[in-house]
């Protein structure tokens, strides 16, 4: 008997109202927040990115195999002297630079290699009057105003920098005759550092043809600005050397090699050039 009244009870205490029943715990939903974001703030929002650019990068890796266009042969790492004191070499990478804008590499080169045999540093080309050194640099693009660059920057370089260059794209930018599209590459090649995406003609055009921008850009910078802005940071260094090559082989400003690109069949661009 007293065991069936305990039954009883026990089973009158179970149901009793005002016991709350052990709730199920809910499970957190984990939410990606923006860095620095607290409480109560939006989601995180998707990181736009180019359609098929993956596809796209690799199809140009294969189409770049042979690294055999002007760039590679003759472009700015090609066009110093590596046995050179390092601050003698960062030098001449810079001077390659600012002899390089609106010139083709082969001009470029030609440039480099007569004013290395004239043994190229900060005090030859102070010693130098501007007419010898217009005579070695022609006919690169616009030599006139880059005799005025050069010895202007260089004599910058001998007072500030004891000889050297800076090592900073903010400070390379304040040299005259040094653009962003300078300064990044000699970021690239002379300190072996990468602050940013090196943006010239050719990186311009194929990334507004390939839409590699959400919106056409204008300019070089504003497409740099563009492209940090989605591109792996692991891939600015190599994404300069392949679209230059790139742009110098197949897709040309004028008359575009589309029939030999490999990217023909998902190239936005390819149908209406």
């Known amino acids: 008997a007293w065991n069936l009244s305990a039954s009883r009870a026990g089973s009158q205490i179970q149901g009793t109202p005002g016991i709350p029943r052990p709730s199920r715990r809910r499970k957190s939903l984990a939410i990606a927040y923006e860095a620095g974001q607290g409480d109560g703030a939006e989601p995180r929002r998707a990181r736009w990115e180019p359609r098929d650019w993956r596809e796209q990068l690799e199809r140009i890796r294969q189409m770049r195999r042979s690294r055999d266009a002007p760039v590679d042969e003759m472009g700015v790492h090609k066009c110093y002297d590596s046995g050179a004191p390092p601050e003698v070499m960062r030098y001449q990478v810079l001077l390659a630079l600012m002899l390089s804008s609106q010139t083709k ?31 070695i640099i022609y006919p690169v693009g616009f030599w006139r105003n880059k005799v005025k660059y050069i010895k202007q920057t ?21 040299l005259p005759g040094v653009g962003p599209k300078m300064a990044h590459l000699a970021m690239h090649i002379a300190w072996d550092s990468v602050a940013g995406i090196a ?11 390939l839409q590699w921008v959400k919106k056409e850009t204008k300019y070089p910078e504003e497409t740099r600005v563009a492209l940090e ?24 400003p004028v008359n575009p090699r589309c029939s030999q690109c490999l990217n023909q069949d998902i190239c936005p661009a390819a149908k209406r050039l």
Not at 105 to 131: H, P
Not at 199 to 209: A, K
Request: glycine letters at 6%; proline letters at 2%.
């Open 105 to 135: 590499d082969q001009v470029t080169s030609a440039a480099m290699l007569r004013l290395r045999r004239r043994g190229l540093t900060v005090d030859s080309v102070l010693q130098m009057d501007d007419e010898t050194l217009g005579q």
């Open 229 to 252: 802005e989605w591109l792996p940071r692991d891939l600015w260094r190599e994404i300069n050397w392949l679209l230059v090559g790139f742009g110098q082989q197949t897709c040309l």
């Open 154 to 174: 260089t004599a910058i370089l001998k007072q500030k920098y004891g000889g050297d260059i800076p090592s900073t794209v903010e400070e390379l930018v304040q």
């Open 199 to 209: 943006v010239d003609t050719h990186v311009h055009r194929i990334s507004n043809r």
